[in-house]
């Protein structure tokens, strides 16, 4: 099971500011890179628009590697918009996703807080661009069957990476 951030891992970004422009990309690893723009009406007339720039060479290459055994991990999972938005443009059918909740009470990062919350198999993989900024989490996954694999968010993935990812679940 791979368990997939989408900010600095498929979306590449500076600081957290998706490049609204294919020059701007440090990664030539993924020639189709393509910008979207998504609109997310909130109602009351409150719209928010994303930018993100997606390869589709990057996602077949992923779902290739994972038999498609991905679970979304991100904010990205808030009204759903990793299965309507993202996962979509990269050809993608629905996935499961873990929840976001917003950050917790006791300080510890949301995202490896679900993570102890799941029946994790027995091999497993975590990509978050994030996970450099957190070594507690990252010893934990390795003392519980897990790869950790943190991206520099300005590239995402790299072919070498997701054959890393498919070498570990494959093995």
């Known amino acids: ?19 609204l422009h294919k020059a701007d990309f440090a990664n030539d690893d993924w020639p189709d890179f393509k910008h979207h723009e998504i609109d997310i009406h909130k109602g009351g007339g409150l719209v928010l628009r994303f930018h993100i720039h997606l390869s589709k060479l990057l996602g077949d290459a992923l779902w290739d590697a994972t038999g ?55 091999r497993w993989v975590w990509v978050d661009d994030d996970l450099v900024r957190n070594p507690e989490a990252v010893a ?3 003392d519980n069957g897990g790869l950790t694999i943190s991206p520099s968010s300005e590239r995402g993935l790299t072919p070498p990476l997701i054959e890393a990812i498919g070498r570990y679940l494959n093995d």
């Open 1 to 19: 099971m791979l368990y997939l951030d989408i900010d600095g891992v498929l979306n590449p970004d500076v600081d957290g500011v998706p490049r």
């Open 68 to 122: 498609g055994n991905i679970t979304w991990h991100t904010t990205w999972t808030q009204d759903n918009l990793a299965n309507r938005e993202v996962g979509p443009r990269l050809g993608w059918t629905s996935l499961p996703s873990l929840p976001y909740f917003g950050e917790p009470a006791d300080g510890k990062w949301w995202k490896w807080n679900e993570l102890l919350a799941t029946d994790l198999p027995d």
């Open 140 to 142: 934990w996954a390795k």
